[in-house]
């Protein structure tokens, strides 16, 4: 089914592009960046006789491209969450707010993922970007159409399980590993199995992360994390 999805998207991307035109969405709360980002993609996409159309909410589900602020876990967690929720896979930006430091490069992806079109980062120039988004989606493009088998999204190995779901959206309520264990009448050893293993799959490295995670959850979503399968 995958393989399906994945040969749809990119034919769909390869459509678009024959239309000359780029759906883009960027999922950032930085508006003087997120202006300043879609400022530089009309302009240089225009230059190679391209539209953009920029969407957000459910619209994104339609987009080629899609820009994504990380401030803590592993990128491809968002992409595999963001790839449930779409029509097709569209080719992730991930943007930083500088570039990484040595001891956060543990967390880069470096499975060759086809949907992974690399990092921005806030204080490059535009005019570095922009040019680099641009080689990347046609780099896809060619890539998917070559070596489509080889070449899958292997982003989807580090969704999250339902339980895994389960004990964060508990722990974010309660706090407490051992509330946690009541409520759902496991034992505080499950708890403790399930919660390292979401966080290894989220790119969390210890408890504090967890709480600043959780909390970007809620202030996304409006609410406690989402079960989901």
């Known amino acids: 089914m995958f393989q399906k999805n994945n040969y749809l998207s990119v034919w769909s991307l390869v459509l678009n592009i024959i239309k000359k035109v780029v759906t883009v969405a960027i999922v950032d709360t930085n508006r003087f960046f997120l202006d300043g980002l879609r400022l530089g993609v009309l302009e240089h996409f225009r230059k190679k006789g391209l539209l ?72 490059e120039s535009l005019n570095v970007v922009i040019p680099r988004v641009y ?29 895994e779901y389960q004990v964060l959206r508990y722990f974010s309520m309660v706090g407490s590993s051992n509330a946690v264990a009541r409520l759902l009448k496991i034992s505080a050893k499950s708890v403790s199995t399930h919660k390292r293993s979401a966080m290894l799959k989220i ?27």
């Open 135 to 163: 080689d990347a989606l046609i780099a896809a493009n060619k890539k998917s159409q070559e070596t489509n088998q080889k070449y899958g999204c292997c982003c989807r190995r580090n969704r999250l399980t339902s339980r």
């Open 203 to 229: 790119g969390l490295r210890n408890n504090l992360d967890l709480y600043h995670w959780l909390r970007l959850e809620r202030k996304n979503t409006g609410r406690s994390l989402s079960i989901q399968s």
């Open 52 to 123: 953009v159309n920029f969407v957000s909410g459910p619209s994104m589900g339609h987009a080629d491209i899609i820009f994504q602020h990380i401030i803590v876990g592993r990128p491809s967690f968002y992409c595999s969450r963001m790839q449930s929720e779409l029509s097709y896979n569209p080719l992730f930006f991930f943007i930083y707010d500088s570039v990484a430091k040595p001891d956060t490069l543990q967390w880069q992806d470096r499975d060759g993922c086809l949907r992974n079109g690399g990092n921005v980062y806030r204080n």
